[in-house]
């Protein structure tokens, strides 16, 4: 079984500045893992994702996630925050090799002040 | 393609009513998932589809969850005999693969009073 972690539960940031989402994971097989964002009154649209390869993963509207299998973890970052970049954001594992069916985190409030 | 389709984006029921959730995925997409989100959480999975076999549905949290995917397209979720902490949102998601990620719909906010 796998479980995920989201260190924080809000994270409050000043407009272009940039900004982290930790997120840490526990599985005993090789994971897949994903970044969603979710608006409000909108269900969930994927950011990106790692299945293997290069660490480093690019998504869209220009966050970035590090896949980091010592430290079990997969943060997501972007350079500078916009206003519209107020959402929440999951972050979620499944493992890989089979139909497992990925496990969410509780969400960060990402809040942007202009 | 118009994504995963959700219907009713609210319902609001009195206690004790059945309610029916109704999910379209997106048409390639043979696979097809519900969540329940409550608020301050991540989505809670229930169970999933692919094609019209149900392949996991021992997470449905009570005997009164069902799911339905007759024909391998379109969903139901049905709550029998709601209770008050059935108020949640019910996501619908679909996929190829679970290595893609999923498309979810916009949910459907039950309300129980």
């Known amino acids: 079984a796998q479980s995920v972690t989201q260190l924080d539960s809000q994270v409050p940031v000043f407009e272009e500045a940039p900004v982290e989402l930790r997120c840490n994971y526990s599985?005993?097989?090789?994971?897949?893992l994903f970044w969603y964002v979710q608006y409000p009154n909108q269900g969930l649209q994927l950011l990106l994702k790692?299945?293997?390869?290069?660490?480093l993963v690019k998504g869209i509207n220009g966050f970035e996630a590090e896949f980091n299998k010592s430290q079990t973890s997969f943060h997501l970052r972007k350079p500078s925050v916009h206003i519209s970049d107020t959402a929440e954001y999951f972050c979620?594992?499944?493992?890989?090799?089979?139909?497992?069916?990925?496990?969410f985190g509780r969400g960060t409030s990402l809040i942007v002040h202009p | 393609d118009t994504g995963v389709s959700q219907d009713p984006r609210h319902k609001i029921t009195k206690r004790g009513q059945n309610v029916t959730f109704r999910c379209d995925p997106i048409?390639?997409?043979?696979?097809l998932y519900w969540y329940r989100q409550t608020l301050g959480q991540g989505p809670e999975f229930l169970t999933y589809f692919q094609n019209e076999a149900q392949l996991e549905k021992s997470r449905l949290l009570s005997d009164r969850f069902s799911a339905e995917r007759p024909k391998g397209s379109f969903s139901t979720l049905e709550i029998q005999r709601t209770e008050q902490g059935d108020s949640a949102m019910y996501l619908c998601?679909?996929?190829?693969?679970?290595?893609?990620?999923?498309?979810f719909g916009s949910g459907t906010r039950l309300t129980v009073v």
């Open positions: 979620a594992v499944s493992a890989s090799g089979g139909s497992y069916i990925p496990t």
């Open positions: 599985s005993s097989v090789s994971v897949y």
């Open positions: 998601a679909s996929s190829v693969s679970d290595r893609y990620g999923y498309t």
């Open positions: 790692y299945l293997s390869g290069s660490t």
């Open positions: 048409s390639e997409h043979n696979r």
